[in-house]
């Protein structure tokens, strides 16, 4: 594992994903690793930690959920603008060598038998929490995080370091048509007294 890469604390998990970004869902079952970028990925809940993520019908990345019970979500920087748009628009299903022609990096946490990203910013293992009428009808997928990890270098004692960090470190944000957008520059408010 990079030396980079450090746990984060579960009760701050939620933080890495707060901020809205594309993410990279990725999964295992029976010696099949897939990987798919999402745009509608959402904390829902701090303790313990729990996350959503839509995931359509036609993707491989959901039987594998559905199959193993486990996922992992990334937070893909704008560096792996490429490949968070290939995992995006192929499918599995119809190019075995989908990850290779999309360069998807994989690797392991000790303790996970799970597919992480290689050069993502955060990630998030999560144990599916099944709710088949949500899945069913909205797929719309609900999972508890179990373990959760960041590239210190970007995201450092419970908190994002966009401003400090390579642009190249950015989160993307989908829009639509190949089009997204890297995070822009933080605005903080002043508190004010009260009289």
Not at 58 to 74: D, M, P
Not at 105 to 113: A, E, M, S, T
Not at 122 to 144: M, S, T, V
């Amino acid at each position: 594992m990079d030396n980079h890469i450090f746990p984060v604390e579960l009760k701050k998990a939620c933080r890495l994903i707060n901020h809205g970004p594309t993410v990279l869902v990725s999964a295992r079952h029976d010696g099949v690793d897939n990987v798919m970028a999402a745009a509608w990925a959402c904390a829902l809940d701090f303790s313990p930690p729990k996350l959503t993520v839509v995931l359509d019908k036609t993707a491989k990345t959901r039987v594998l959920i559905e199959k193993s019970g486990y996922f992992v979500i990334q937070v893909p920087t704008a560096a792996q603008l490429r490949l968070t748009h290939e995992a995006g628009t192929r499918s599995l299903f119809n190019e075995p060598n989908k990850l290779e022609r999309s360069d998807v990096k994989l690797f392991r946490i000790d303790g996970y038998d799970l597919p992480f990203v290689a050069g993502c910013s955060a990630w998030l293992a999560c144990k599916l929490i099944p709710e088949r009428h949500n899945q069913e009808i909205y797929d719309l997928f609900i999972g508890e995080v179990v373990g959760a990890w960041s590239d210190t270098r970007v995201f450092k004692n419970g908190h994002w370091n966009f401003e400090n960090a390579d642009p190249a470190w950015r989160s993307l944000h989908y829009i639509a048509g190949g089009h997204f957008y890297a995070i822009g520059d933080p605005l903080t408010v002043q508190d004010e007294k009260l009289d």
